[in-house]
């Protein structure tokens, strides 16, 4: 089968590669018929990912048809379509057991799949703890509706549950990248007063608006931020800020932003250390949360999916197949044509 495989080194290639086979009994063979390329993927092309091993086939975000299980898989079976989670866990240790399925102490646990075992940018990819890891799609959810379901639909889900998002709270968004795009329209389902979202692509802001996700946008270097969100936040700044940028000032921005006594959730990946000035902000009584996501809502996510109240169809700007994936990373990696997110076929 082909699979496009991390080289190190900045490096990506199509390979072709042996058709996984069932290791554990709690495994589950995949065939992917729809996948997508991560910000995460770029991460680990750029060597950002000190976990990422170099051989393995990349792509954690992805959905397909179960066509081989274990032994000991129960939930799913052959034929299922399923969306997968970006983390596989075992369910059964501390911090699995507390919803920390980042942090499951398996050694196949939390962010493996596309990082240090194989993932699904290939036509068959092997997925362990497959009860945990594999959400069955409903008949009437598109494949493409349910692609972000297990990673950056995940995160935003994630992230908007620990800004601890209150009725008509102010939000701000740093980020209109697919990340940002997922953490406003689940930060949506709390019912704030308003979201403000930031970023210096103006096509995105502009999506962000038009899909009803952003009613205030803010450009850097155009528009005074920090005086903006102060100002449509009753003069204190926002309640709740979302870090889903990254970028070089980013943060800095995210917690300047924010009330006294606010949550900022950082659920942006650097590349660089970040400053955390903490005499500039002492008395500011911050919350910081900050990490990766624990891919614990999936079936929450889809059962929102199901019933119309968590639509990322407008995510999905460009389309291709297998065979074109490498100029679809290009086109991804530097952002070009007013890329959000691809979907990318088997046929
Ligand atoms: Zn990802
Ligand atoms: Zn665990």
Same mark, same amino acid.
């Given at each position: 089968?082909?699979? *496009? /495989?991390?080289?190190?080194?900045?490096?990506?290639?199509?390979?072709?590669?042996?058709?996984?086979?069932?290791?554990? !009994?709690?495994?589950?063979?995949?065939?992917?018929? %729809?996948?997508?390329?991560?910000? =995460?993927?770029?991460?680990?092309?750029?060597g950002?990912?000190?976990?990422?091993?170099?051989?393995? @086939?990349?792509?954690?975000?992805? /959905?397909?048809? *179960?066509?081989?299980?274990? =032994?000991?898989?129960?939930? /799913?079976?052959?034929?299922?379509? @399923?969306? @997968?989670?970006?983390?596989?866990?075992?369910?059964?240790?501390?911090?699995?057991?507390?919803?920390?399925?980042?942090?499951?102490?398996? $050694?196949?646990?939390?962010?493996?799949?596309?990082?240090?075992?194989?993932?699904g940018?290939? $036509?068959?990819? #092997?997925?362990p703890?497959? &009860?945990?890891?594999?959400?069955?799609?409903?008949?009437? *959810?598109?494949?493409?509706?349910?692609?972000?379901?297990?990673?950056?639909?995940?995160?935003?889900?994630?992230?908007?549950?620990?800004?601890?998002?209150?009725?008509?709270?102010?939000?701000?968004?740093?980020?209109a990248?697919?990340?940002?795009?997922?953490?406003?329209?689940?930060? #949506?389902?709390?019912?704030?007063?308003?979201?403000?979202?930031? &970023?210096?692509? $103006?096509?995105?802001?502009?999506?962000?608006? $038009?899909?009803?996700?952003?009613?205030?946008?803010?450009?850097?270097?155009?528009d005074?931020?920090?005086?903006?969100?102060?100002?449509?936040?009753?003069?204190?700044?926002?309640?709740? @800020?979302?870090?889903?940028?990254?970028?070089?000032?980013?943060?800095q921005?995210?917690?300047?932003i924010?009330?006294?006594?606010?949550?900022? *959730?950082?659920e942006?990946?650097?590349?660089?250390?970040?400053? +955390?000035?903490?005499?500039?902000?002492?008395?500011?009584? +911050?919350?910081?949360k900050?990490?990766?996501v624990?891919?614990?809502?999936?079936?929450?996510?889809?059962? %929102?999916?199901?019933?119309?109240? +968590?639509?990322?169809d407008? %995510?999905?700007?460009?389309?291709?197949?297998?065979?074109?994936?490498? !100029?679809?990373?290009?086109i991804? !990696?530097?952002?070009? &044509?007013? /890329?959000?997110?691809?979907?990318?076929?088997?046929?």
């Open positions: 089968m082909k699979a *496009v /495989v991390y080289k190190g080194n900045g490096q990506i290639a199509m390979e072709e590669r042996p058709m996984p086979v069932i290791v554990d !009994e709690t495994d589950a063979i995949v065939e992917v018929t %729809l996948t997508t390329i991560c910000s =995460s993927d770029i991460h680990i092309k750029h950002a990912v000190p976990r990422a091993a170099p051989g393995t @086939v990349l792509g954690h975000e992805f /959905v397909g048809r *179960v066509v081989e299980t274990g =032994s000991a898989v129960k939930k /799913v079976k052959p034929g299922d379509r @399923v969306a @997968v989670n970006v983390e596989t866990f075992c369910g059964e240790c501390f911090f699995c057991k507390r919803g920390f399925v980042n942090n499951c102490t398996d $050694e196949n646990g939390g962010w493996a799949l596309g990082c240090r075992i194989d993932g940018q290939a $036509e068959y990819a #092997r997925i703890f497959a &009860d945990n890891g594999l959400t069955v799609i409903p008949d009437h *959810v598109t494949d493409e509706q349910a692609l972000f379901n297990g990673d950056i639909l995940s995160t935003g889900y994630w992230a908007a549950k620990l800004g601890e998002i209150k009725p008509a709270d102010t939000v701000a968004v740093i980020g990248g697919p990340t940002g795009l997922c953490t406003m329209l689940c930060a #949506r389902l709390y019912t704030p007063a308003k979201i403000i979202a930031v &970023d210096i692509d $103006e096509y995105r802001l502009n999506l962000a608006r $038009e899909k009803g996700l952003a009613d205030i946008i803010l450009v850097p270097g155009k005074d931020i920090e005086g903006a969100v102060r100002e449509a936040a009753s003069g204190r700044g926002a309640d709740v @800020v979302f870090e889903a940028a990254g970028g070089e000032d980013t943060f921005t995210a917690w300047k924010a009330r006294p006594n606010a949550v900022v *959730v950082v942006a990946m650097y590349e660089r250390p970040q400053v +955390l000035p903490l005499p500039d902000m002492y008395g500011k009584n +911050l919350v910081f900050t990490g990766g624990d891919g614990s809502y999936c079936q929450e996510i889809m059962d %929102l999916t199901a019933c119309g109240k +968590l639509d990322t407008f %995510l999905i700007t460009h389309r291709c197949g297998f065979g074109e994936i490498l !100029e679809a990373y290009d991804f !990696e530097n952002k070009k &044509d007013h /890329v959000i997110k691809y979907a990318v076929t088997f046929l």
